[in-house]
C-alpha cells in the first residue's frame, strides 16, 4: 500500500513540472554510486569498517555534491561564454553590446545558443568558488578532515564510481 501511494506521489511529480525538469530528475535517478566502491574508499579513508547506513548517507552526499558542482559549472560556462564577444558557433554575439564592463551575473545577456560541453576549467572554476565561498567548512580541502584522505584515491586502485 505505501509502495502504491509512493508511485502515485512521484507520477504526480512528474506531471507538475515541466519537460526539461523531468529530463534532469530522470537524469538524477538513472545515476548510481557502485555501493561496494564507496564502502571500500570509505572504508580506507576512515581506516575501519562501515555499517551499511554511513555507506548510504556518503552515496547520498556524494550525489548531492556532484550535482551541485555541476549545476555551478553550468553557471560559471555561461558567464564565460556571455563575457566572449563571439558565440560558440562562431557568429557575433548580438546581446553583448549592452554589457557594461564589470557588470555583474552576465548570463542574463547572452544569447541562447549550444553551449558545448563542460570542460575541467569550468570544474576547476566551480570548486574554486566553492572552497572560497567555504560552504562546505573547507572540510576535505585543508586537511583538518581527517589524516591520510590523500592516500585513499591510491588505495581505491582508480576505479569509476558511477556506472
Same mark, same amino acid.
Given at each position: 500500500e505505501e ?24 537524469? &538524477? ?6 555501493? /561496494? ?29 556532484? =550535482?551541485?558542482?555541476? *549545476? ?9 561564454? /556571455? /563575457? *566572449?564577444?563571439?558565440?560558440?558557433d562562431? *557568429? ?11 557588470? =555583474? ?23 574554486r568558488? &566553492? ?5 562546505? =567548512? ?8 581527517? *589524516? =591520510? ?6 588505495r ?8
Amino acid at each position: 500500500e505505501e509502495l502504491e501511494r509512493e508511485r502515485e506521489r512521484r507520477f504526480l511529480f512528474r506531471e507538475a513540472v515541466n519537460t526539461a525538469h523531468q529530463s534532469r530528475y530522470d537524469s &538524477y535517478n538513472r545515476v548510481k554510486l557502485k555501493q /561496494a566502491d564507496v564502502r571500500r574508499l570509505v572504508n580506507a579513508t576512515l581506516s575501519q569498517s562501515v555499517p551499511q547506513n554511513v555507506v548510504t548517507v556518503v552515496m547520498a552526499y556524494t550525489k548531492m555534491f556532484a =550535482g551541485m558542482l555541476i *549545476e555551478s559549472a553550468k553557471e560559471v560556462q555561461d558567464e564565460w561564454l /556571455a /563575457a *566572449e564577444e563571439k558565440r560558440p558557433d562562431g *557568429e557575433e554575439m548580438t546581446s553583448a553590446a549592452n554589457v557594461q564592463p564589470g557588470a =555583474g551575473n552576465l548570463a542574463k545577456f547572452m544569447d541562447e545558443v549550444d553551449r558545448g560541453p563542460l570542460l575541467p576549467d569550468h570544474f576547476r572554476e566551480a570548486v574554486r568558488r &566553492y572552497r572560497k565561498a567555504r560552504d562546505g =567548512g573547507t572540510t576535505g580541502f585543508t586537511g583538518l578532515s581527517l *589524516e =591520510g584522505r590523500e592516500n585513499a584515491a591510491v588505495r581505491s586502485g582508480g576505479r569509476k564510481l558511477f556506472r
